[in-house]
């Protein structure tokens, strides 16, 4: 069974930075796809960033330039920087590691104030 905890959400100004984390129990995690999805209220889930086990990385348009997605194998972790934070940015982020079936973190929430 995979686990995986974000930490590093939090309240910050727009304009602003913050660095998400996500653990991952499990060797799996070296080998499989991670990303990172969020969820604002009233709204459906999206894609945020993912990367390969290779270190491959895509983005949502509207991150593009400003998020960097990165994973560390070794301490089977994966971040998200989140620079120029903007109040649309404000949502619920979430894990997503994929081997064989979906794992899901509970989410960490961030919020950016005007």
């Known amino acids: 069974q995979v686990q995986v905890v974000e930490s590093g959400g939090g309240l910050v100004q727009a304009g602003g930075s913050l660095r998400l984390s996500c653990a991952a129990s499990g060797s799996i995690s070296r080998i499989a796809p991670m990303a990172w999805y969020r969820q604002a209220p009233g709204k459906q889930r999206e894609l945020v960033a993912a990367?390969?086990?290779?270190?491959?990385?895509n983005y949502a348009d509207s991150v593009k330039g400003r998020f960097t997605i990165s994973r560390d194998n070794a301490k089977n972790t994966l971040y998200l920087q989140m620079n120029s934070l903007r109040p649309e940015d404000t949502a619920l982020y979430y894990c997503?590691?994929?081997?064989?079936?979906?794992?899901w973190g509970q989410g960490t929430q961030v919020t950016v104030s005007s």
């Open positions: 997503h590691l994929y081997y064989r079936v979906n794992y």
């Open positions: 990367i390969s086990s290779g270190g491959d990385t």
